[in-house]
Structures are given as C-alpha cells and as structure tokens.
C-alpha cells in the first residue's frame, strides 16, 4: 500500500530562518511527487511536481528535491506570508489510482 | 484558464437530513474529477473519483454518493446524514488520473 509521511507535523519558525520539510513516501514505483500549499479554510494551492530523483523546483523563497525515498521542501528567509500547511502527494505508475497524500506540515512563520 | 467552483461555501444540517454539494468546472473538457473529505489531523480522504460521465470510483464504504451528470459537474450526495460527515470536503480536477490535481475552495459542512 502506497504511504506518505511528513514531518514534523508543526513548525515554527522566525523570519528569516531557513528550515526544511520532510516527505517520506513508500510506493510500488513512483510516478511522480507533488507539492501543495493550504492557507486555513481554503482548497490546497499545487506548487510542484517532481518526477525523478536528484531533480529540483524552485519558486520564490521555495525548493523542492526528491531522493529515492524522501522529499523536501527547502524554505529560505521565510516571511510570515508563508504560514500555511504544506502538503506532500504521491502518485504511483500501476494501475490509475490517483494521488495519496500526507497529513501535512503546518509552518507558522513568526515577524 | 480554468477554473473550479464549489458550493456552498458553509452549510450547516441536522443529523438525518439529505445532502448536496456540487461541484463544476469551467476552461477544459473531459477532466477528472474528485471530492476529498478533510477532518482535523486525518489529512484528506479522497471519496470518490470519476474520469468521465456516468464513470464513479468509490474509494471508501460510506453513506455518501455521487454523480456526474454532465462532463463539467461532479454531485456529492446523501440521503441521511451522521454526525461524522462533518468536516471540509473539497473538489478537485485534473487533466489525466496521474496528473496533478487542482482544487476548488471548499465547502465546511457542520452537522448537528
């Protein structure tokens, strides 16, 4: 069974203090990996698609790399803007069974 | 572009009584559609999923259902609702069933 794992569940960070999310993903043959961000009461927003390990994404104060087992999602300089939940989702290549996702990390960034 | 509308946005029902949320899509044709059930600390269950009309995939026994009765809009149903169908249920589409998924706003269903 395809699983996703993500830590840590909470984070707090100041402005400006660069950390990294974790996703870690177990799944018969990874299609591709992908990125979400969750403001409160809102639909999950796509940020990234990452297809082979060793690959990379950027945007903005975002970057995103995948390893054979793990993802992460690097943030550098946060600012309080970039407080939100962060999803991770896996896809596999049998079959066309859509994504799985992770429960997620909520960041608060503090000013 | 294309964009995903959902409503209502909140709703609040009584234990037992019927449900409808709806769902569509506008700028693409033929897409997949999902609804998603999102409760505190369970991350998001994937309910159902369609790649066409008439075409339902259920994902987990419940008593929820749901139809697509035209290419662009996606129903969630129920006949009788319990009070574990609370929660934030969410909309998605994508162009193939492996790519990725774009959501629409939410609607918070609270039963009492």
């Known amino acids: 069974e395809d699983q996703v794992t993500q830590s840590p569940e909470a984070l707090r960070l100041q402005e400006g203090e660069s950390s990294s999310l974790n996703c870690s993903y177990t799944v018969s043959g990874l299609r591709g990996l992908f990125w979400y961000r969750q403001d409160p009461g809102k639909g999950p927003e796509f940020l990234f698609t990452?297809?082979?390990a060793g690959e990379e994404k950027e945007k903005e104060r975002l970057k995103a790399t995948l390893t054979k087992k793990e993802s992460f999602l690097h943030i550098t300089a946060p600012k309080p803007e970039d407080s939100a939940t962060y999803l991770c989702?896996?896809?596999?290549?049998?079959?066309?069974?859509?994504?799985?996702f992770g429960k997620g990390t909520r960041l608060s960034v503090i000013a | 572009s294309q964009t995903i509308h959902q409503w209502p946005a909140t709703l609040v029902q009584p234990v037992g009584s019927p449900l409808s949320l709806e769902c569509t899509v506008e700028g693409t044709s033929n897409p997949n559609l999902y609804w998603y059930r999102q409760a505190a600390g369970r991350g998001l269950q994937l309910l159902f999923y369609?790649?066409?009309?008439?075409?339902i995939s259920s994902e987990v026994p419940q008593n929820l259902s749901a139809s697509r009765p035209q290419d662009r809009q996606f129903i969630l149903s129920s006949k009788k609702l319990l009070l574990s169908d609370s929660g934030f249920y969410l909309c998605?589409?994508?162009?193939?069933?492996?790519?990725?998924?774009?959501f629409g706003p939410g609607t918070r269903l609270t039963v009492t």
């Open positions: 998605a589409w994508s162009r193939g069933v492996q790519d990725e998924q774009y």
């Open positions: 989702a896996v896809q596999a290549w049998s079959g066309n069974t859509p994504l799985v």
């Open positions: 369609s790649v066409g009309i008439g075409q």
């Open positions: 990452l297809y082979s």
